[in-house]
Every structure is written in C-alpha cells, then in structure tokens.
DNA sequence: ATGCAAATGCAACAATGTTGCGTTTGTTAA
DNA sequence: TTAACAAACGCAACATTGTTGCATTTGCAT
C-alpha cells in the first residue's frame, strides 16, 4: 500500500520513476515485459527502467521470466521474498493468443524426482495455451 | 543414422553445413547455444546457421528452450515431433556451475490443474541446480 | 540550507536476431 | 553428363535488447 515505506525498507530512495514502475506492477497479475513499460512511461529513460527493474528484481520486489516467445518479463512478488534469491517458483501461464502472461501462484507445483547425480535448487513451469479471456469459456 | 535420409524425408536439401549441425546435435543430449555452434563452426555464416536452425525447428528436427540466463538453446529431439508443433514438453536442466542444459526426456511431468477459464496446450519445465558432474556426487 | 551518495539521462557499445539480395549449390530431369 | 531451377548460402544492413561510463540532477540525512 504505502510504496514509499516499501522502498526505503529496501534502501531504495523513493523517486517518481519508481513509483510509477511499483505502482503498475503491483496492480496486476501480470508480467509486463520491458518494452510494455518503455510505452506506458515513455518520457522515462530506457537505462533507467533497465536499472530500476534490476534493483526491484535485487530487492526482491519483482521476479523476472522468460515468456513463450523468450521475452523477459516482469511481475511483482506477491509474498515477499528474501533479498538475492526468490521463491519464484510458481507457475506462469502464457496466453498463445493474447500474449499475457500470468502469475498462477495457486497452482500446485509437484515435486519431481531427478536422475541419479542431479541436484535441483529450484525450478521453472511455464504453461501455454489459452487465458480465460481468449479460451472463449 | 542417416542424416541425408532424413533431412531429404523433411524436404531439405543435404548440404555440409547441415550435415554437420545435425550432427553434433545428434550426438549429445545437451541443448546448445548460438554462440556454441558459431565457434564450432566458424567458417559457417551467422545467418546461416540461424536459417538451419529455424529450418530444423520447423521439421521437428530440433526443438528451441530457453534456458535460465535467457540464452536460447537448440536440442534434438529424440522421439520425431510432428511438423511445426513439437513434443518438447519434457523437462529440460540447467545446471548452476558448468551452464549446461540438459533434455531429461524420462523425468515424468505431473499433470497440472489449471484455474477456470485458463486451457493448457503444453508447458516448459526448467530445472536448475547442479548436473551429476558438478555436483561433487 | 548544505553536502553527499544515489539515481538519472545521454551516448556509445555489445549481443542477438532479422531481412533483402546477388551468388553458389543440390537435385531433378532431359 | 549436362542443363535448369529452386533452394541454400554469404554478405551487408538493420532492428531490438541489454550493458557500461560519465556528467548532471535529485533524494535524504545532517
Ligand atoms: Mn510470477
Ligand atoms: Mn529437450
Ligand atoms: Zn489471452
Ligand atoms: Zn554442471
């Protein structure tokens, strides 16, 4: 709620650029990808949204995914994770016909047994097909 | 085994150039990058190679994964894919310490419940940690 | 109000991927 | 074997994405 406190928690100093990038990802399921952000803030410098985007991803206040099409994305983390590593480990759907991906936190992930040798730290689900708005349901 | 067979069977002529991306791929159950098969092949054009490679994705001759630093990975794929929509729903490892990526085709893949609305047409499984070589076992 | 570190804007660059086009090569059929 | 044609190739040019260095501005603590 109060995205200044949330900031300066992190070290962060509070500017307007920042403001504007928590705000919009905080309102939203979604993951918005770099160039989704260069638009909606067009008068911010592409470095700056770069730079921002990292400090928040250090900060544990987003996590970055790859989507379908391998472009990175950004979506804010709902439970707040430890600084450095996230438990991002959720499940993100990619919609084929709108492109949007979503944060599907609910979605239980199982545990998979690796191969002789294998030591998993963590991992990756990312499912395609069609959201509630395109699947025509 | 034969590879000019089976380039000819998917419609592509049978240069060296594809001979020899084939098979080193063929030959290894791990992804390769770009990058790898460039220094590989050095004489061989950059565009080139990006032509075979999406040459050979649409064949079903190899399947494209992003791996966990963004990269993007080519593999073979052992059970031959129908043309354009391939079966790489298997579950794909990245190993922390060497980057490799590894196809791990016989790691079972639960199936997921997705939320209302929502229709699944496939997923990625990315795990990451450390491949039996790194992981000192 | 002042000072300083942090954040920003700008330019320059690197890596990755795409497109157009002229030339070479693989395949088929005479 | 050769001739002809479509496919594949090499090269140049360009687009997009991401990074780095540096001078300037700004947030925040004193
Ligand atoms: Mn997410
Ligand atoms: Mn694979
Ligand atoms: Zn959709
Ligand atoms: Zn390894």
Redesign the pocket.
């Known amino acids: 709620m109060d995205y ?1 406190l949330q ?2 928690e992190k ?8 403001l504007n990038v928590i705000k919009v990802l905080d309102s939203s399921h979604l993951a918005y ?3 989704d952000l260069e638009s909606l803030f067009s ?6 949204l ?3 985007l ?2 928040f991803e250090d900060a544990g206040i987003v996590h970055k995914i790859m989507d379908i099409d ?3 994305r950004f979506a804010i983390c709902k439970s707040t994770c430890p600084d450095g590593h996230h438990t991002d480990d959720h499940v993100h759907f990619n919609c084929k016909a709108c492109h949007k991906m979503f944060c599907l936190e609910k979605v239980q992930v199982p545990h998979l047994k690796m191969p002789q040798g294998f030591k998993a730290m963590g991992l990756h689900t990312l499912i395609y097909g069609l959201c509630e708005n395109c699947s025509g349901a």
Chains 1, 2 share one sequence.
Do not use: E
């Open positions: 200044m900031l300066r070290g962060l100093k509070v500017t307007p650029s920042r990808s770099h160039s008068k911010m410098d592409r470095v700056t770069y730079r921002i990292k400090d391998g472009v990175t």
